[in-house]
């Protein structure tokens, strides 16, 4: 997880989401979620697919933190979650 402090100065959080390729077959799931003043904003369907990115475009108005978050339950050897150009807009 990686915290930012926004202190309620954007608007919009914006990303996409994906498993990386790797040479470990991964066969767990990873589930990414956006948390905003400790609230859930947006949260992945869990993603198994290596390559498959999900573009997401989260309201972040008056949000003091942000908090990007990524798990997996059970195994995760394998699993690496990659969050592609991850921003704020005013």
Known sequence: RVRYQLDGQYK??????????????????????????????????????RGDVVFINVSVKNIKRLEIRTESPGRAGGGHAVWLDPHVLK
Request: proline residues 3%.
């Open 12 to 49: 919009t959080f914006v990303t996409g989401v994906a498993l990386s390729y790797s040479t470990y077959e991964f066969r767990g799931t990873v589930i990414l979620s956006v948390i905003g003043d400790e609230r859930v904003l947006w949260k992945s369907a869990p993603i198994r697919g």
